[in-house]
């Protein structure tokens, strides 16, 4: 099963200017349900764009990548778009382990392999409830090809063995899940 969905209560296709590009949002195809997903990145040489919102529509996380990325919708989620993405797929990232070694999500940046280890972990927002937690993966030399920002909802990254780095600034701290 794949997921292409968007905000609940959209009733059609349609298509507004986003920074003078189009953008479309589709209209849902069956009602999100909360888990897991991930794409194998974007389709048609461009980024692949994705948003969660709340039921009132308001922005609760949101991204953009050139690589596979995990995204965890919630049981509170309004809402999830897409752009340029391939199909998502539910994956299992298993659940929190507390006896784990956390990443430090306050202002963070570690190579991976070396200051963490790849995997899926996951974070509560940002580290005082107020201020944006973005975080990003990286290639070898420090460019970004996956990121995202989230204040107040959870937010789940799975980082793979070829990535470079890791960073998160302003994010509590990340936990690794089981498998």
Do not use: H
């Amino acid at each position: 099963m794949s997921i292409r969905c968007a905000p609940r209560d959209t009733p059609n296709a349609g298509t507004v200017n986003a920074g003078g590009m189009p953008l479309t949002t589709i209209p849902v195809v069956g009602e999100a349900i909360p888990g897991s997903y991930r794409t194998a990145g974007p389709t048609g040489g461009k980024t692949c764009d994705w948003t969660r919102t709340d039921t009132d529509a308001n922005i609760v996380e949101r991204g953009t990548t050139l690589d596979s990325t995990t995204v965890t919708i919630e049981p509170t989620d309004g809402g999830f778009t897409t752009t340029n993405c391939a199909p998502w797929n539910p994956v299992n990232l298993g659940t929190a382990d507390s006896d784990a070694p956390k990443i430090p999500g306050y202002n963070f940046t570690g190579a991976v392999g070396v200051d963490l280890q790849p995997g899926s972990y996951l974070s509560n927002g940002s580290s005082d409830g107020k201020k944006s937690c973005l975080w990003s993966r990286q290639d070898g030399s420090g460019v970004t090809f996956n990121s995202g920002t989230t204040i107040t909802d959870p937010v789940t990254v799975t980082i793979e063995p070829t990535d470079g780095r890791f960073q998160s600034l302003g994010c509590g701290d990340w936990t690794p899940l089981s498998q």
